[in-house]
C-alpha cells in the first residue's frame, strides 16, 4: 500500500493552491471516476455471463465429447470418417476453450481496473483542433461498444508518452504515422485504490516525485512490480525505442534496468500485438531466483511471460550430455574455496584470462586459421576397417574452396562420407560377418525382405530365385542397419572433432602465438595447458572452457543450432557475461533484436573482471544499429544507503551514481570479535526488524558455504516460529521472512532490510571483492547493517 503520510506531508507543502478549486478538482474527478468505474462494471457483468456460458460450452463439450463422435471401425472408410468426426470434436473444443481463455483474461482485467483503472490525465491540444482533449491513462484501455469514446488509455499508448517525457507547454509526440505537435494543458495524477480516489494532483515535473516517493517507501514484496505508473523519462526512452537493433543499458544499481526491460517487454507486445508473441521473447537470468523474482510483472499488466533462460541452461543442452559441465556457481564457490592457495591462484587466472577479449580474439583468429589449416577429424573407421583417415578427410576438405564456409565443408564431407560408407557397404555383402548377421535376422527383417521381393514380382514363377534374392537383401538389410550408427554420427556431423581442435590451441605454442593478437602467450599458459588435458581426459569442462568451446563447435558445423524464431533477446546482469557468451548469444539468436542490460560496478565474477566493460556487447551490431543509454539515479535505496555503497567504489566509478531523494536510517556497521558474537547479534537484529515490519529480510553471505554455516547458526537461535529460508542454487521462490543467500543469487533483487553476514577484512579483503560488496549493500531498500567478525572489510573502514 502508498504510505499516504508520505504523500500527504507532501501534498500539504503545496499549500499555497487554493483549497475551493482544489476541492472542485476533486469533485470534478470523482465524478469522473464513478462514471469510469460504471462503465468497468457493465462490461465486467457482460463478460462474467460470457464466461459462465464459454465454461459451460466447455464443460458441455467434454462431458459430450464420445457421444457427439461416430464411432466405426468396421473398415478402413468408417474408420476415416470416425477419425474426422474425432479431430472436428477436438477442433471445437479447442475453439472454445480459447474463446474460454479470452473471456478469462477480460475479466482479469476489468476486476484490475475496478481496483485501479487509471493514474494520470493529460489534456492534449493537437495543433489546428479546437480544444483540447482529455486523456486518462492507465494499465489498459477502455472504451465504449461503439468504439466511439475512449474512457481509458493503455500506457502503451503513443499519446500516452507525453505523460512520461514531457512537461506543460508546447508538446509532441511520435505515432507510427508521423509526429503530432500541440499543446499540453495539464498533467495530472492520481492514486485509485479499491476504486477509491486516495489522491489527486496536478504536477509540472515529467512524472511527479511525490507519488514516486510514495511508491518507493512502500515495503517490498517478495515478487517484482511493474513501474508503469512512475516511468521516468530516461526509462521511458528505453522502453519505447523502437530504432535500434541494439540497446545496451549502462545503469547505477536500482536504476530500474530490470523494471525497464520488464515495461519494454510489456510495451512491444502492444505495440507488435499482430506479429508478436511472447514466446519470441526471451530473457536471461542471471539465475533461477531471480527468473522466479520477475516473473510477475508481465501478468500483472495482462500480458503473458516471455521465455525465461539462464545461460548455463544453454549449455547444458548442448555439451552437458557429452560432458559434465562446471556451472558458474561452482566455479565461483572452488574459486572462493582454494582462495590464497598456489591451484586457486592459477586457476584464477586461467578464469580471468578466459573471460578477456585477448583469448576471444586468439580464438576468433583460430577459427579463421581453420578455414585454411588445421582442422581435426575423427577417423572414420568400422570393424577395424578405415572407412575414411583423418588425413583422407582433411584433404576432401580443404579441397572445398573456403569461401563456401564452414557448414558448406562440413555438409560436403558429410556427402562424400556417406557415399563412402555405400559402397564400403557394397564390399562387403560377400563377407561372412554380414552372412552371419543376416542370419541372426528377425521376423520383421524377414517381412520387410519379402515385402521387397514382393513388390519385384516374386514369390510367383521361379521360387529358386527369391529365395537367393531374399538372402540377398537380408545381407544387405543387415549391413545397412549394422552401419546405422555411422550413418546418424555423419548426419551430426560427429566426424569434426571440436575437442581435439579446441585442445590444439593448448598443445601448439606456436599455434597460440600465431592467433594471439600481440602473438604473446598469456600468463600461465602451460598450467592452462596441463589443467585442459586433465578435465577433458575425464569427460570434465571447466566453465571457463564451456563457452569457448561450445563457440568453436557451432562455428566448425557452421552454426546450424540456431533460434531464428526469437525476434527480441533481454539479458540482464550483463556485466557478468564473457564476451564469448556475448559473442555466442548474438550467433545463437541470429534475427533477435536485443537489449542489454547491466552495470560494470557490480561485475562480480572472475570470468567477466578482463571483458573491457560492454566491449563484448557493443561490438554485436553495426554502430549505426546500437544506441547506449545510461541510467544514473537509484531509485531502490534510500539516500543514506546510496551514498554509504557509493564509498566503496573508486571516486571515478562511483561518480554518475545518483540517489533518488529518499530518506532513511543511515547504515549500521557492528564489529564482532568472533563469528559466534557476529551469530548472536545477528539473531538479534533480525528479532528487531522483524518487529518493526519488514516483510523481507536478506541475510547475505559472500558463498553458499558461508550461506549454509550462517542458516544453521541463524536457526539454532532464533524462536521456531521465525522461519528462515536457506536459498541455494537450485530454489526459484524467494519467500517473506528471513532469507539467507549466497551473494551471487541476490544479484537483481531486493529487501526491505538487508544484513550482510560477515564482512570483514578476511571475506572482503581484496580489490576484486570490491564490487561484490558493492553489489550486496545496494539490495537494500530501506535498511542496511553490515557485520564483520574481526576487522571490517578495508572498503568500509575508510569513512
Ligand atoms: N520509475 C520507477 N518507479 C517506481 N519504482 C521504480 C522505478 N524505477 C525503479 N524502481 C524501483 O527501484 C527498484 C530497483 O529497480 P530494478 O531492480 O529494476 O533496478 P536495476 O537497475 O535492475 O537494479 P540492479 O542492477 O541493482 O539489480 C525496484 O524496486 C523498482 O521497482
Redesign the pocket.
Known sequence: MIQQGVLKARYGKRSGINVASEQSMRDEEQKRLTEVLEQVEKRLDKELSVLGDRRGDVVGIRQEFWDDVRMNFSDATEMGETWTSIMQQKELLIERERSHRVAFEAVERLARMHDNPYFARIDFKEDGAESAEQIYIGRSSLSSEDGETYWVYDWRAPVSSLFYDQEPGPAAFDTPGGEIIGDLALKRQFVIRGGKLKHVFDTNET?GDDI?QA??SER?DTS??S?VA???KE?NQIIRDERHRLIVVQ??????????ALQRVAYLLYRYRDSLTPEQIVLFSPNPVFKGYVSRVLPDLGEANMQQKTFRELIEARIGRRFEVEDLFAQTERLAAEEGTAEGEAREKAVRYKGSEHYFRTVEKYLERLSEEGMRFKPWRFRGDVIASAEEMSRYYYGIRASEGFGTRAAKLRKWLLERLASWVESQLDEPWVEEAAELADDEDIQRAYVKVRRKGGFRDSAFDDEEQMAEILMRQAAESAVEPLRRAAKALRFLDPVGVYLELFRSRSLFKACAPDGNLPDGWEWMAARAEETFGRKAVDHEDATPLQYIMDAIEGFRKVEGEIKHLFV??AQDYSPFQAAYLRRRFPRARMTV?G?FN?AIYVQSQESGGFGGWTRLMAAEDTKVWK?GTS??STRPIVDFSKRILPDEDASGIRPFERDGEAPVVTICPDSFELANKIAEDIGRLLKDGHGTIGVIAKTAREGGNAAALLKERLPDEVPVTHVSGGSANLPRGVSVLPSYLA????FDAVVVWDASAVRYGREKDRKLLYTVC?RA?HVLHVYSAGTLSPWLAER
Open positions: 512524472v514516486l511508491v518507493l517490498s517484482m512490480k513501474i512512475t516511468i521516468q526509462q545503469g547505477a544499481a536500482g536504476s530500474g534496468k530490470t523494471s525497464a540482464d546482469e542490460l552495470d557490480q541510467l531509485y531502490r544479484k537483481g533483487i531486493e545496494t531498500l
